[in-house]
């Protein structure tokens, strides 16, 4: 209840930021995207990670004006920057199981990019092999409507949710994020590398772009290398930072 009035406070006053890490194309080197990333201001307490109240605010439903600021600031700040000339091909916002399921995200989504003329195609939403694979007859049509604005859709933390292939092969997407858990140990566990392998042949096979999370350590790009993995996410590369720390890593890595 406590965390419950925190939250509805936090909402009111708008004590919410983003952070930004940078996912870059594997051969070029180029930042090609970032994943927007929510943090909580506490006026006390300070900078509040996620996962210390994103799963409170999915259960209290507060997950849905979260959410609506998350996207409008994403796409907020996605067309100052191409305005002022930054060369950021996508943003990519988290969508939450609950945010998912109410029917009015279609609407959400088109209303922000409309609001802020962020460009649907830099937009890509990020939704977890797990709420996908809950119901996945449902979210086909959900997911269409989504694609037919014009932004993307990548599954995020693919290879822990029992992804049904023939759904893969249905829903309108565009990204296979291999969840860092496979990523981790790709240095010494055969296991790690053949799931990796195999998720990399998998989008290969439908078409889809894959990213690699988590990653670390320049052995991890080897291996993501030599399998062909397209884009790499990870603290090798960048910690999720704050906008002006942000475009100052654009700014070098062009
Ligand atoms: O930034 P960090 O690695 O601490 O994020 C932890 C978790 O919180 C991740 O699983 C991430 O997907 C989730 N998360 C971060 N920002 C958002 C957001 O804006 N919306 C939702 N639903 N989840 C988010
Ligand atoms: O679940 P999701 O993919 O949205 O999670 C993103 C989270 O992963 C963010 O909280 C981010 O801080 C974290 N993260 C990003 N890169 C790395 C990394 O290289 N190592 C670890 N341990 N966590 C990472
Ligand atoms: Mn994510
Ligand atoms: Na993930």
Known sequence: VMMMDE????????????????????TTGEVIGAEALVRWMHPEKGLI??????????????????????????????????????????VAVNISNQQLRRKSLVMLVKQALADTKCQPETLELEITESTLMQNPEDMVEELVQLKALGVSLAIDDFGTGYSSLSYLKQLPINKLKIDRSFVRDLDVDENDRAITRAIIALGKSLNLTVIAEGVEYASQ?????????????????SKPLPEEAFLAYLKEHK
């Open 49 to 90: 990670p996620p996962n210390d109240f994103i799963p409170y605010a999915e259960s209290s439903g507060q997950i849905a004006q979260i959410g609506e600021w998350v996207l409008m600031e994403a796409c907020t700040k996605m067309s100052e920057w191409r305005a002022q000339g930054y060369n950021l091909r996508k």
């Open 7 to 26: 939250l509805r406070e936090a909402i009111e006053k708008q004590q919410f930021l983003l952070h930004f890490q940078p996912q870059v194309c594997l």
């Open 221 to 237: 790009v080897s291996f993501l290398a030599s399998e062909q993995c397209e884009q790499i996410q990870g603290y090798l590369y």
